[in-house]
């Protein structure tokens, strides 16, 4: 038997279990789903056990972190499948069409909160090492699963469950399915995500708001400061110009500018989907390479003074703005975040104190394009989708992919199994059942070209 | 009898007489005091018509204006008096240590709410009338009283009153008393105030809020764009790059210099009283000639995107900010709010929208040095006072002072009565004796040196 003729019969069964699965509510920001959360982990770590693994439901301060372990398979690489069974909550609920809770089939689409963000992708991977079992009698990898309850919340409590668990966690390769193909039909490969150095920056002048009739002209005017500080950012070219800031950019090669040229995108979908009327930004670069390969510098908030409807002739005391820099690979967010404040430092006009205050900090993560474990996942996606799967890197960032790097050792692999229009995070959240089947083959051929690399 | 001897033998009758005034609690912007406001125009009249004048009280949309004519004095100038009989609110009522509105006398300080602002010193005008008809038996020019209640409240009505009554109240010179003396026992005439253009600008990018991990890079950033607008609205030296603004500015000669180079004004207590380390500013100018004579270039207010406390990687759709301009002779608001407009419009990088609303213009005022009104005012200050007057000029904006000019063609001669620490505005204002007893007998000798000019 083929892993294929396996899902193939198993259809209906395969569908109910993720069925069940979706029936949780598992929203893990609400704590009167406390409960729910919990029958999730339970649920996970019983389909875990069924497909063969030895499963372990960890406690945390808040959502248990499920864990399991495949049987040794001695040479063989070791892999950690990542994923998450807490989802967002339903709101606004009235504009569901049915039941968030109570997953529903219409032409060929599953329908219902985490469907595909992320249980339909958690539950490809347990039956796709259940089919294997079954198909092949054994894995072909040491295999891992790390299944946390606290994604949508930001991930509280992994880094340290990471640090905790090293040993046990240990991996040669990190498999996240939390994302989508860039476009129906077409597997896709993420293999870079953008860091994140995001500060506070507040500025002071004057011992008080000051009366601009009275004092302008005579005094620091913070607001007037802080404007020339962030026009200071970058120079005529789109360029930041923050001292050292592009130390540590890893360039693209041609290679790669030739793969990012290939990526099916669309600017003038890119313009509608944002409402723009321009595509600025850094000189000598495709817009696809900005957003996904190159950093940024952009301001997020600012506030000061007067923000009321008429006027007020006022000069303020203070003045904040929120930066944040989406950082590429190999730049560390705590330089970066030094950089930009000693930057922000030394623009400061006469009598203008600054005080810069770091508010998040995320590393980059890529995974080489051209290793071993890149050419794995294009094959297994290759063989199940029948063409060759687009790479892609994406401007987001995703600190715990580079908490799997940094700490456990491994190469992230991130292979979406949904679709971009899957509506995640929003009413009717739905997964196409040839993605949820397809994802349950993608995992098994994955696994086993894992085993070749 | 001299002006000085009726002063001094009629000196408790003129304290109680101001009492009288200042017991009215004519708080303009508070609906509850309308009968009051109503009840301190008609004081004002009838103290007028007892000084000898005749007086009108004409019915506003709010408040009454008093007006007042005495008899002709053919080819003798026309001078017109303008202050106002409405005070601020006595809030917060705690911090007084008496009645806001039962005025009392200690160590020679009168304090009560209006005391200085402006009942006194309207009152030292009716008075010295009254002293120049007694002493005199006549007035030595054509005299106007303009006594308005709205003042507090920006004088909403002023300008179409003084528009529908044009011809009644046209005069050669207007003396305001509504301020005060740099120092005490410092005459003071203020020979130029500044006008002043508000806008609000608002720049739009995206279509909505995006994230800052799926565009940054790729769009413009609304916030980012509106710092590098305001930046560029000076160049290095502190001066105002709008195209024009400087065109029709009147130059400081080496006459006024000089003169604000001898006021008397101390940078150290300037810094302090602000709270500012620096006095950064438009460079080849000092301090004072920044804040009384260059035209002056702030942002009032700014804001967009994410201001609260931590991190929110947002790419705002919109943004704003708040710009004023004091304004110098010959500067029109006008022009300068255009100017300012093309300005924002032409240095908007790509795909910025910008949307500017005009909210506030007032025209900048000023009565040469060399004036006989200004010689006559300086002549009759130094008789009161035996000693020079300062001529200073003021960053603040009074446009109603721009309307005497421009509507009744009346040069205004600004002679503050009251101390620059008379707490107006604020809880137990007041106002010392001596200047109550001086400003009679300085607006008798005005008008006596204003007939001479």
Wanted: aromatic share 6%.
């Amino acid at each position: 038997m083929t892993v294929d003729q396996y899902v193939n019969e198993a259809r209906e069964r395969l569908l109910e279990e993720l069925f069940d699965f979706l029936r949780i509510p598992s929203v893990s920001t609400d704590p009167a789903r406390n409960d729910d959360t919990r029958r999730a982990a339970d649920f996970v770590a019983a389909a875990l056990e069924r497909a063969g693994l030895e499963a372990t439901v960890h406690p945390t301060a808040k959502h248990p972190v499920v864990t399991a372990v495949g049987p040794r398979v001695p040479g063989a690489p070791t892999v950690l499948i990542y994923g998450h069974y807490d989802v967002q909550p339903a709101d606004p609920i009235d504009l569901w069409t049915g039941d968030p809770f109570e997953p529903t089939i219409e032409d060929g689409v599953i329908v219902a909160r985490g469907a595909s963000d992320d249980k339909g992708q958690v539950y490809c991977h347990v039956k796709g090492v259940e089919a294997l079992m079954a198909v092949d009698g054994a894995l072909p990898v040491n295999l891992k699963f790390l299944i946390e309850g606290e994604e949508e919340i930001g991930s509280p409590h992994l880094p340290a469950f990471l640090e905790a668990n090293r040993e046990d966690l240990a991996a040669d390769v990190v498999v996240i399915s939390d994302g989508a193909m860039v476009a129906h039909g077409t597997p896709t490969i993420t293999y870079g995500l953008k860091g994140l150095a995001y500060v506070s920056v507040r500025v002071s002048g004057a011992g008080r708001d000051l009366h601009s009739g009275a004092y302008g002209g005579g005094v620091p005017n913070v607001l007037n400061a802080l404007a020339e500080m962030i026009a200071s950012l970058h120079d005529g070219q789109g360029r930041v110009t923050v001292p050292g800031f592009y130390d540590d950019v890893l360039d693209l090669d041609d290679d790669e500018r030739a793969q990012i040229a290939k990526a099916p995108f669309s600017e003038a979908e890119f313009r509608r989907d944002a409402g723009v009327r321009a595509t600025p930004g850094e000189a000598g670069y495709t817009l696809l390479e900005r957003l996904w390969a190159r950093p940024t510098l952009d301001v997020n908030g600012v506030s000061g003074g007067f923000q009321g409807a008429g006027s007020k002739t006022v000069i303020a005391a203070h003045g904040m703005a929120k930066l944040s820099s989406r950082l590429v690979p190999n730049q560390d967010p705590h330089d970066i975040a030094e950089k930009l404040e000693a930057h922000l430092r030394a623009v400061a006009p006469a009598g203008i104190e600054v005080s810069v205050h770091v508010e998040a900090l995320g590393h980059p993560a890529m995974t080489p394009l051209d290793s071993p474990p890149m050419r794995a996942a294009a094959e297994a996606l290759r063989m199940v989708w029948e063409r060759d799967p687009v790479f892609a890197r994406s401007g987001g960032s995703i600190p715990v992919v580079a908490d799997f790097q940094r700490i456990l050792g491994a190469d992230p692999v991130m292979v979406g199994l949904g679709l971009e229009n899957d509506r995640i995070h929003s009413p009717n959240e739905k997964f196409d059942v040839v993605n949820y089947l397809n994802g349950v083959r993608v995992s098994a051929e994955l696994l086993r070209s894992l085993a070749r690399a």
